[in-house]
């Protein structure tokens, strides 16, 4: 929860170009994330500029690489140095999954640690998958997240929670396969009440959060910090986000929206 000295942290992604970080430094947005799609092309001139712009303009840089090769990851980070990584890889919680998701773990558990001894400078943020309201087996699949964030809350500097779409038995859903995000959907707010409630580390909550709920969503959950993506991105002809590109009005709704959230608590606290 902000504390009254504290501020909400507002973090944007996913944004590939210094003039875009640029503009939404200056609409009050305090991290910006971009992402690596491809290991083959690893060294991106134009996304080492946006890290660079984001750092001048005294923001913090996230990186999410959407590959796992541990010695690749190494790279892109020694190359970036961004002010922290992100790991979004879909840690399942359904308790069909659980047998399989310890395997995973261990590894992800040995990245982490192996980044924070290589690169101390580099702070962690980890994924906690959350379903959308309604699934079953809610109680079995909160105590796995519970779980997960217990495991991972040493070797991780924050965690992040977005959301699961998908059945136990299809999760083939998810917009980039092996990954939580970009969904546009909101989560088990109960859930992530949860999470927030027993995290020793700061706790971002993202999935389908836009202007029109991150008031509520500070106020309610008070988490440390609010994460949007598919909500304020910019729209085709037909209604659909455009990955990439932002839309600065809805970026300055959900700024507005959240600072005066922040006022609110602040208001509450004193009385």
């Not at 909101?186 to 389908?208: F, Q, R, T």
Request: glycine share 6%; hydrophobic share 40%; net charge negative.
């Amino acid at each position: 929860m902000p504390s009254s000295m504290e501020k909400t942290i507002i973090q944007i992604y996913e944004v590939q170009k210094p003039k875009e970080a640029e503009a939404l430094v200056d609409l009050g947005v305090d991290h910006i994330g971009s992402v690596l799609t491809d290991s083959a092309q690893l060294k991106n001139v134009t996304i080492h500029k946006t890290v660079r712009a984001i750092q001048q303009a005294a923001a913090k840089s996230g990186l999410i690489p959407l590959f796992k090769d541990p010695e690749i990851i190494f790279q892109a980070l020694d190359y970036y140095q961004p002010d922290f990584v992100h790991f979004c890889d879909l840690l399942s919680p359904f308790p069909g999954d659980q047998a399989k998701v310890a395997r995973e773990c261990d590894a992800l558990l040995s990245l982490q640690s192996a980044v924070k001894n290589r690169f101390p400078q580099i702070g962690i943020m980890r994924s906690l998958s959350v379903p959308k309201t309604g699934v079953y087996q809610r109680d079995e699949i909160q105590k796995n997240i519970l779980r997960f964030a217990e495991l991972f809350a040493p070797v991780s500097d924050y965690f992040l929670i977005d959301t699961l779409i998908g059945s136990p038995e299809d999760q083939s859903q998810q917009p980039v396969a092996g990954y939580v995000g970009i969904t546009g959907e909101i989560c088990d707010w109960n859930i992530a009440g949860a999470i927030i409630k027993a995290s020793p580390i700061p706790v971002i909550l993202a999935g389908g959060i836009s202007g029109e709920n991150v008031f509520e969503a500070i106020t309610t959950l008070k988490p440390a910090g609010v994460d949007s993506c598919t909500k304020t991105n910019a729209v085709d002809n037909q209604g659909q986000p455009v990955r990439f590109k932002k839309d600065m009005k809805k970026v300055r709704q959900l700024v507005e929206e959240a600072r005066r959230a922040d006022e609110f608590l602040l208001k509450k606290c004193e009385w």
